[in-house]
């Protein structure tokens, strides 16, 4: 898909997945995503499912109106597409496992029958939806000040920065944001954060770790405030949960 698209054709094909983006569902429950856009031209409908950092997988296909079919190997009888207009659409999904679990995309394009070649098919924004394996739990935030060695090794006195590093451990499941504040104020350069968490396989808990360099000027003022946020949701609500030190003078 290509975005480029988008800007050639000169218009914008607004393309909405159920407004919610994230969804955190019990196991054996069901869930419909919805999806409409606005241009009457546009057919086909898909429903794409990405697990992990994976390929898109499809999951069911529209021709038209009240034309559906899902695709192997995902099945009909858990997977149900419907398609009561040209620009709506719906994708149910039954009894829902841990498997269910992922990134659920509504695509669009024009037919292809029309042999126009290569349209673009737009996407959608996408929900994240987690099917519950284990309690809801929220992160813990701590912040590892920079290392000893890492302020001895600056030699280069236009190189006086330090690295702070915001590790939030112990969350379930993995709808978290990482940001930063120094002394107040969000920061965006300098901060590198992991694509994603990391899962471990027997507790089934997450985590994930955030980098800041800091300037030394701003370190080693006691004044100094670094905050980190972990934001996460929990299925029902955006819950911050923050952690701050402060400069230190020296070693
Ligand atoms: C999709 O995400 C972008 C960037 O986050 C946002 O600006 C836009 O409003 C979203 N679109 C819809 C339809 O939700
Ligand atoms: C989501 O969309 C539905 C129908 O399109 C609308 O009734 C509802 O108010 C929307 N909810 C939010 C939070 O935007
Ligand atoms: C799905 O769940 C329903 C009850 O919610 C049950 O009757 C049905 O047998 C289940 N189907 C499958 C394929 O497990
Ligand atoms: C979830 O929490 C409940 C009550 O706190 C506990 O009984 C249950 O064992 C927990 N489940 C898991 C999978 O940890
Ligand atoms: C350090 O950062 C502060 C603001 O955070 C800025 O005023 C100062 O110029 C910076 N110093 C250096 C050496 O980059
Ligand atoms: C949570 O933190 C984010 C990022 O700092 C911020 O944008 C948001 O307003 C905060 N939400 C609450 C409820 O404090």
């Known amino acids: 898909f290509n975005i480029m698209g988008l800007l050639c054709l000169g218009f914008i094909l607004l393309l909405v997945i159920s407004n919610k983006t994230q969804l955190i569902i019990q196991r054996d429950k069901q869930v419909t995503l919805k999806c409409n856009h606005d241009d009457g031209s546009y057919y086909y409908m898909y429903w794409y ?8 997988s499809l999951v069911a296909i529209s021709l038209g109106k009240d034309t559906e079919e899902t695709v192997a190997p995902f099945t009909v009888t858990k997977h149900i597409m419907k398609r009561p207009e040209i620009k709506e659409s719906s994708l149910e999904i ?6 269910d679990s992922g990134i659920y995309f509504c695509a669009s394009s024009i037919a292809q029958y029309l042999n126009l070649a290569n349209y673009p098919a737009y996407f959608g924004n996408g929900t994240k939806l987690t099917v519950l ?20 090794s600056q030699d280069k006195i236009n190189d006086k920065r330090s690295t702070l590093v915001c590790v939030a451990s112990g969350f379930y499941p993995d709808h978290v ?9 969000a920061r965006q350069d300098s ?31 006691l004044k100094s405030s670094f905050a980190c946020t972990v934001q996460f949701f929990n299925g029902d609500e955006y819950v911050n949960v923050t952690n701050t030190i402060n400069g230190q003078k020296g070693l």
Do not use: F
Request: proline share 5%.
């Open 49 to 56: 499912r990405q697990r992990g950092q994976g390929e898109l």
């Open 94 to 99: 039954k009894n829902l496992t841990e498997e």
């Open 177 to 185: 944001s990482v940001s930063w504040k120094v002394n107040g104020v």
């Open 133 to 152: 394996a284990a309690n809801v739990t929220l992160p813990k935030v701590k912040i590892l000040p920079p290392s000893p060695k890492e302020i001895c």
């Open 191 to 221: 901060v590198s954060t992991d694509t994603s968490a990391q899962q471990d396989k027997t507790t089934l808990m997450y985590h994930i770790s955030s980098r800041i360099k800091v300037n030394d000027t701003d370190w080693m003022d």
